[in-house]
């Protein structure tokens, strides 16, 4: 099993920039990638971007540019650095684990709040 605790959110201003981290303990070998999604009040919860093991990473389309997702594999910690923010990125950002075996993990959540 894989603990996530997520910290750096807050609230911005537009075209301001924030840094999420995602701090991994437990089974942290058996990861085998690691994400951010969110979910904005009344809407489902999306993929923003995945990094795998291996260093291979993906975007959500509306993020690509934006923002950049990383690991530091000696501290086991995912980061999530998000430039140019913008009011539609408003939402709770999450961080999920993956583990080789399939089994999944989520952290609590941190709020992103993007003023115009």
């Known amino acids: 099993q894989v603990q996530l605790v997520e910290s750096g959110g807050g609230l911005v201003q537009a075209g301001g920039s924030l840094r999420l981290s995602c701090a991994a303990s437990g089974s942290i070998f058996s990861i085998n990638a690691m994400?951010?999604?969110?979910?904005?009040?009344?809407?489902?919860?999306?993929l923003?971007?995945?990094?795998?093991k291996?260093?291979?990473?993906?975007?959500n389309d509306s993020v690509k540019g934006r923002f950049t997702i990383s690991r530091d594999?000696?501290?086991?910690?995912?980061y999530l650095q998000m430039n140019s923010?913008?009011?539609?990125?408003?939402?709770?950002?999450y961080c999920?684990?993956?583990l080789v075996n399939?089994?999944?993990?989520w952290g609590q959540g941190t709020q992103v709040t993007v003023s115009s």
């Open 96 to 98: 999920k684990s993956i």
């Open 54 to 59: 291996g260093g291979i990473t993906n975007y």
């Open 85 to 93: 923010l913008k009011p539609e990125d408003t939402a709770v950002y």
């Open 73 to 78: 594999n000696a501290k086991n910690t995912v």
């Open 48 to 52: 923003v971007a995945t990094i795998t």
């Open 102 to 105: 399939g089994l999944t993990s």
């Open 35 to 46: 994400g951010w999604y969110r979910q904005a009040p009344g809407k489902q919860r999306e």
